[in-house]
């Protein structure tokens, strides 16, 4: 009897102390759009954050599809994440919407109490500028990939062919690699071995009006007439449809019919493929299933050396407006951006280069592919759709149709870009007024 009163009351003390300790713990819940393998990191990054900080706990919410549709509509009912995975390119219409917290003050107090990732001068200073506006921060940097190319070595070694430079190279040079490397090895009449394959998509094609010394948007992102459409940037993108209709590059159309320009590269009819470092995972994932390839990086060719420029594309962690607790919700944002974070993703999982520029230079020295790419983030620039709502999906699918009428309808470069341009500055003038 005495034994089952002395059980009674060691319950009911145990039960005050767990409610007591419940009342203390502050409950999180992070949102993302990350796989199977990123998001078995992000736990194991999750669970060292709430080791170290035992008052909070984390609910962490992998959202594969329809991811934006899922945290607007929380957010709009007044349950949102406490932290959520934003492409920098989404920022501009968060902003807009009011959906963000500006979370600069948050990391001012919290840099003074040393949380982790709140220091942003460990930073690459384009990878915080990404998620800047104004005075205001929106977002801490995930992790980064730069526009860059590929080159299967193999392809030319074969023919000859000097590799590309690595710290840059002109237009003219990309040009005679990319005719030295195209063969009609079938004898057919028609090239079937290309040197490189042909930038249509959007992401590519801003870097190279860059590099070629051109813009896209006037500096306010009010007009496009006068800057897409510009006798620069018509000369330079007539550079590249020039070498496609030499046969220098498959069309889209026949990359296309031939199994996509990944596996023309893979199987060495593609000497070269401009995209990002993303690319490189999937090398080495063909790697790892046998594939005999040996591959290079270089940087995107250049009008001139002022010119040299490339994008570099991220993603970051915000808060939303309505978050309830912003300094816990910034803290633990700001731990998902840490050296912890990065070297769990970036040095372990491979999955990107490092927003941090000390884990880059680790990356770095393990990987000579990702070597070149963080050279790049010397002159790369902010995304275009990072500074203006106008880019995603406006810029975006206008290009995509202008593109086709150069292609397909048959329309000149100049004749699709002022159509563009014009297209584009309507609807901001619509929209504006």
């Not at 010397?378 to 995509?400: C, H, I, M, N």
């Amino acid at each position: 009897m005495r034994r089952a009163r002395y059980l009674k009351a060691f319950l009911v003390i145990a039960v005050i102390l767990l409610s007591s300790l419940a009342v203390g713990v502050t409950k999180l819940r992070v949102t993302t759009w990350a796989g199977a393998e990123e998001a078995a990191l992000d736990e194991e990054i999750i669970a060292e954050f709430m080791r170290l900080n035992p008052e909070y706990e984390v609910t962490y919410e992998p959202v594969p599809g329809d991811y934006y549709q899922k945290i607007l509509t929380d957010i709009g009912a007044g349950t949102p994440p406490d932290v959520i995975l934003l492409d920098a390119e989404m920022i501009p219409a968060f902003v807009e919407g009011n959906y963000l917290t500006d979370i600069n003050p948050f990391i001012s107090r919290l840099n003074r109490d040393g949380a982790s990732g709140t220091d942003l001068t460990e930073y690459f200073p384009v990878l915080v500028d990404i998620f800047r506006s104004g005075r205001s921060l929106y977002a801490l940097p995930k992790d980064t990939s730069p526009i860059g190319i590929f080159y299967n070595k193999k392809v030319f070694d074969e023919l000859g062919v000097p590799y590309p430079p690595q710290d840059g190279w002109t237009l003219e040079e990309f040009a005679e690699t990319a005719r030295l490397l195209s063969k009609d090895t079938d004898g057919d009449g028609k090239n079937d071995v290309w040197g490189f394959a042909f930038p249509s998509w959007v992401g590519v094609v801003v870097p190279l009006l860059w590099a070629g010394g051109g813009e896209v948007f006037s500096p306010d992102f009010t007009q496009t007439s006068g800057y897409l459409n510009s006798d620069l940037n018509v000369k330079n993108y007539q550079f590249f449809m020039d070498l496609l209709s030499k046969g220098y590059a498959p069309s889209p159309q026949e990359a296309s019919s031939l199994g996509g320009t990944s596996a023309l590269f893979y199987t060495g009819k593609v000497g070269m493929t401009i995209t990002g470092r993303w690319f490189n995972v999937s090398i080495k994932g063909q790697i790892a299933k046998g594939a005999d390839l040996d591959v290079g990086a270089a940087p995107i060719p250049y009008a001139a050396p002022e010119n040299k420029a490339t994008v570099t594309y991220a993603s970051g962690w915000a808060v939303p407006a309505n978050a309830a607790d912003k300094s816990g919700a910034t803290k633990l944002a700001a731990f998902l951006s840490s050296e912890y974070a990065q070297k769990k993703r970036c040095l372990e999982g491979g999955l990107a280069i490092s927003a941090i520029k000390e884990i880059a230079e680790l990356q770095a020295e393990r990987d000579e592919l990702d070597a070149v790419f963080i050279k790049m983030l010397d002159f790369a620039r902010v995304p275009v759709g990072s500074q203006t709502k106008y880019y995603r999906p406006l810029f975006e699918d206008t290009w995509a149709e202008a593109f086709d009428r150069m292609n397909v309808g048959g329309e000149t470069v100049k004749q699709a870009m002022d159509w563009a341009a014009e297209t584009i500055d309507k609807y901001i003038e619509e929209r504006e007024n």
